[in-house]
């Protein structure tokens, strides 16, 4: 009998999300029969959490027909990185019928950075937030949300509307470091959000000139099994309802394989976290 990864409650939305979820990014450039494979094999471990963007190359095209079996019991997200109104829309339509669905669980403004930029220009009158609000009340989106690499654009985007969701990165190189994650988990728990994470396999920035051993993968990953076990029960141990591993498929499966124990990893560990990262390079330096 497969041991199945346990869910956790999404915030307020009731919804029971796998703690690890499945980042369409592993099945971009995929031939079709290894995609409906990976997708097989997630859905067999008990992963119900599907995350992907127009922005993952052909990830959506490749995650459509692979997770079109099994839709009806799995919780969908995805993202539009425009910020206009008619752009969100055009990006909405695209990826409705690339990914073989006539709705998504999940919307999201995806890698809002920028104050001015990214939030304020998708929250306006004119903005994508205007698409999201239209797409939920004609039942095509069902909750909303972002995903962010910048605290202060987190932290504005909360303030200024209701999101059900954040996906950010929740590492314990740049907790440790710098408390990265620290003010935007504690203001979406405040709220009552639901928190999904980024990066939990990321180890540190990737130096200059050092060849890459993973194309998907712009920071150095973890690759040792025992660190990454440590990683991803203390990112789950941040009040965190489930984190997306790295794109790449055997990375993935390492977290997947580990999902069903994670929850009672003892925090004996943290400690040892702390002291390694202590020597390392965080991908968020502030």
Request: hydrophobic content about 40%; glycine content about 8%.
């Amino acid at each position: 009998m497969v041991s199945k990864i346990p869910k956790r409650v999404l915030g307020r939305t009731g919804e029971e999300l796998s703690i690890i979820g499945f980042g369409g990014i592993v099945v971009m450039n995929a031939e079709p029969k290894q995609a409906a494979r990976v997708v097989a094999d997630a859905v067999e471990k008990g992963i119900n959490y599907f995350d992907v963007a127009p922005d993952y190359g052909d990830a959506e095209l490749k995650l459509g027909p692979a997770l079109e079996p099994f839709r009806k019991d799995c919780f969908l997200a995805c993202k539009t990185g425009l910020r206009d109104k008619a752009g969100a829309k055009s990006d909405l339509d695209n990826s409705l019928k690339n990914l073989k669905t006539d709705y998504l669980d999940l919307y999201q403004l995806h890698a809002i950075t920028d104050v001015e930029k990214d939030v304020k220009a998708a929250l306006g009158k004119d903005g994508a937030i205007q698409t999201f609000i239209e797409a939920r009340k004609a039942g095509i989106i069902r909750y909303l949300g972002f995903s962010a690499h910048s605290h202060e654009a987190a932290l504005t985007a909360m303030a200024e509307f209701d999101f059900d969701s954040v996906l950010y990165p929740v590492n314990f190189c740049t907790h440790y470091k710098n408390k990265f994650d620290q003010a935007v988990l504690t203001e979406a728990k405040s709220r009552g959000m639901g928190i999904l994470a980024l990066k939990s396999m990321s180890l540190q920035r990737q130096e200059a000139g050092k060849e890459k051993q993973y194309s998907k993968c712009w920071y150095e990953p973890i690759t040792e099994s025992g660190l990454a076990r440590k990683a991803l029960a203390w990112t789950l141990g941040q009040g965190v309802t489930a984190l997306l591993p790295p794109g790449e498929e055997e990375l993935f499966r390492i977290a997947m394989n580990f999902g069903p124990e994670l929850e009672k990893v003892s925090k004996s560990h943290d400690e040892e976290l702390e002291e390694l990262a202590a020597g390392l390079n965080p991908i968020f330096p502030e």
